[in-house]
Every structure is written in C-alpha cells, then in structure tokens.
C-alpha cells in the first residue's frame, strides 16, 4: 500500500500569515497530486489540483508546488484567514484492481488566529 | 442539487449488531467509494465500485459489505458492529474513473458518525 506522508499534524497560524502543508509520496502511479479541504461536520471537498507538467499552481491565495525528483508536493495558503482554519488532506494516486484510487494523507489541521 | 446524500448523520450500535448505511447521487456519477475517517489515519478506502454490478475492496475492507444494483446507490453494510468500527464514514463519488488522462475530482457526501459500544 503506497504511502503519503503529511505533516504537520496540526498547524496554528496568525491571520494574514503563510500556512504550509507538505506531503511526501513513496511512488505514485502517475503524477496527479490534489488537495482537499474539510471543515467540521463537512465532507472534504476538493480544493485545487496539479497535473506535473508543471511544478507549481496557483489559484488565488492557494498555491501546490511539485519537487518531482524528493518525490514532495506541497500546499502553501497565502494571507491565510480564519475562514481557511479547516483539515487539510493531500492525495496520490496508487493502482487498485484495474482502476486508479487516492491515497490520502493523515490531514492537517489548520487553525488561523484572528 | 443534493448531490452526495448520506443517512443516517449519526448511529448508536451495540457490538455484534448489524446495519446498513445508505448512500445516493443524483449526479449521474460511475464511480463510488466509501471512506472512514479515524483521528490520526486520515481517510481510509473501504470499499468502490467502477459501475452498476462492479465493486472492488479498498484498503480496509473487513468486516463491511458493499453492493451496487443502481447507479444511484452504494449502500455500506456493517455485518458484526465491532468496537473498532466507531468512526465516521464518508461515501464519495465522482463522473468517471480517475485515469492518467482525467481528473475526475471526489464528491464526498457529510458523513454518517457510527459509534458502536
């Protein structure tokens, strides 16, 4: 069973700070690396997504940088809000029977202080 | 749109008790999936299915079984409650398969939060 590796558990950050999430991969079936995010008594939901062609994606304050060759991926929220406090899980994917599934990290629980 | 619908949203169960969870779609969606989420381990494939008819075991498949007769539902049963399977358990879908072409993101519904004592 593949391994991603996230850390750190949980993360406290002043508002208007820069949150980080990194995530590590043994092997991966293929390059596709997406970020999702849940808030209490909520269901995760998918936040922002690479495909490697690239080695890094922005969307808005939410930025995946990719490092192909330490087999690292990770999320970085700019001018980070109390709105973003939420767990934060990254994904890769791994081989199931004849199909693709997502490995999912252990979540990040980020707290941003007003 | 209810998208991801999941009943119950809580579950009291005694030890060797069995239950069904119950998942839906309305979106037209080929793949499910069924997850537990534990504190600490992060979110853990129990069961999928690729369509109708098709279901395949995740990483945690013991002790729960899954069937898909309709597109629409991809009910969870818990056949001997146990302990160990307190948690909260989250059903997803999404359009197609996820492939090395397509994304295909996870639709997760809100969860059902067992507790079996």
């Known amino acids: 069973q593949q391994q991603v590796k996230q850390s750190p558990q949980s993360l406290i950050v002043q508002k208007g700070g820069i949150s980080i999430i990194n995530c590590a991969y043994e092997n991966t079936a293929f390059d596709y690396f997406p970020w999702y995010q849940q808030f209490p008594g909520k269901g995760p939901a998918l936040l922002i997504a690479i495909r490697p062609d690239v080695s890094e994606k922005k969307e808005g304050r939410f930025t995946i940088s990719f490092n192909k060759s330490a087999k690292q991926f990770s999320l970085h929220i700019m001018d980070s809000q109390p709105g973003d406090s939420a767990t934060y899980f990254c994904?890769?994917?791994?081989?199931?029977?004849?199909?693709?599934?997502?490995?999912f990290g252990k979540g990040t629980k980020l707290s941003v202080i007003p | 749109n209810a998208g991801v619908t999941q009943t119950p949203k809580f579950q009291v169960l005694k030890t060797g008790q069995s239950m069904t969870l119950q998942c839906a779609q309305d979106?037209?969606?080929?793949?499910m999936s069924w997850y537990r989420q534990d504190p600490g381990m992060g979110l853990r494939l129990i069961h999928y299915?690729?369509?109708?008819?098709?279901?395949d075991q995740g990483e945690v498949p013991n002790g729960y079984n899954v069937s898909r007769s309709t597109t629409e539902d991809f009910p969870l049963r818990l056949l001997s409650a146990a302990p160990s399977q307190t948690s909260v358990y989250f059903c997803?879908?999404?359009?197609?398969?996820?492939?090395?072409?397509?994304?295909?993101?996870?639709?997760f519904g809100n969860g059902t939060r067992l507790t079996v004592t």
């Open positions: 299915s690729v369509g109708a008819g098709i279901t």
């Open positions: 997803a879908s999404s359009p197609k398969l996820l492939t090395r072409a397509r994304n295909s993101p996870l639709h």
């Open positions: 979106m037209n969606h080929e793949y």
């Open positions: 994904a890769a994917p791994q081989t199931g029977a004849g199909s693709y599934q997502l490995t």
